[in-house]
């Protein structure tokens, strides 16, 4: 399994390559500079005393991966997939991790789009031939990047390709302690993306920085 | 503890009676039929052993009750809250358990009504001095019934009234294995209310009746 990460410099990106890698994927994290993907590979190998981490430009890793992963903040999400739109090779799955969210007198509040939903937005943008599937959206960065804590939760997956959504879903059980949970077309992003909003909340409430969800019962 | 349920001869009411009182509380189940509401509370003590669930009118139940939980299908909460308006004392606590949900295309679609959410749609058809709390939407009515299963979940309680809110939340602390989470002012009752759509959906693809969520790290 290699595993893309497009903007993967960040907190996102790299809590994404450190759980990938601790689970033997081999991971390519782009960036727009090159420096900066070698010096947060070399970072994520160093705190796992791996070398399944690579560091690119966003061209080459997309050239280069079936899987890719856009962990930029949503702001850039629409920029960046139209930036590097000739990159794309058809058959990429594009996995929108990102979710629409601003703060209205100091509480979170999802900012739906008019699309319906962040990942739908993506979809609007990307080449023909790129599936688009949304997935770890509302599981905190922070917690993806504490590599040591078991996640202990599910993680909603969900697509309008049922084959690009089954490779997302092989791809994240391959981390431990992370059940992936099928939950849908790409519409129902707007569901999950909520969920971040609450997570957000419950962070700040409660003084905490890990909120995430398990679903009892199924 | 004194709950009224209003409308609460369903499954949503008919559970949330079996839980409250199989943890020690007084129930009064409402209905629009005095006879519905007797018939209703006696199946519910019959299934418990106990006396504590009673049965009467809708106005007699808001008349004599401060927290009320609203518990007809969304499409008749404002209709039932506009019916028994004169009926409900300033400091009333109305606890909307409803949901607005829809299928589009065989999908659960979360139907936002333009007050945002469809418990800031009842707070806009309640008297001056009954304060609008939500809870309980997110949790199917169909494991809320089958009362001998642990629920192992949290329920999210939001509201703009703090003191409210930390009614609702003591009133479901009473309640074993439920965890009640404050969930801020009433405008997330719209992300709550979306948890439930997801809960519809993970229900029906997974062939479960009982998706209900625990929040992890909190």
Do not use: W
């Not at 081999?26 to 727009?32: D, L, P, Y």
């Not at 601003?102 to 080449?127: I, K, M, N, W």
């Not at 089954?166 to 302690?177: D, G, H, K």
Request: one cysteine or more.
């Amino acid at each position: 399994m290699l595993i893309g990460l497009l903007g993967g410099t960040g907190t996102e990106g790299k809590g994404l390559a450190l759980r990938f890698a601790a689970s033997g994927a081999e991971v390519v994290i782009g960036s727009r500079s090159r420096e900066r993907a070698l010096a947060a590979a070399d970072e994520c190998n160093g705190r796992l005393g791996t070398r399944l981490i690579h560091g690119t430009t966003n061209e080459e890793m997309i050239a280069g991966t079936q899987t890719v992963f856009l962990t930029v903040p949503f702001e850039q999400a629409v920029a960046a997939v139209s930036a590097y739109h000739g990159s794309f090779r058809s058959g990429t799955i594009l996995v929108d991790a990102t979710v629409p969210v601003r703060f209205v007198d100091g509480l979170p509040t999802y900012a739906q789009p008019e699309a319906g939903s962040g990942a739908e937005l993506v979809a609007r943008h990307v080449p023909p031939g790129v599936s688009v599937v949304g997935a770890f959206k509302e599981i905190p960065a922070h917690v993806l990047a504490e590599v040591e804590t078991p996640l202990d939760c599910d993680v909603l997956i969900c697509g309008d390709s049922r084959e690009a959504r089954e490779t997302v879903m092989a791809a994240a059980s391959l981390i431990p302690s992370l059940r992936p949970l099928e939950a849908g077309p790409l519409r129902m992003a707007s569901v999950i993306e909520h969920m971040t909003v609450l997570a957000i909340y419950l962070n700040r409430r409660y003084r905490r920085k890990g909120a995430r969800f398990r679903v009892q019962g199924v």
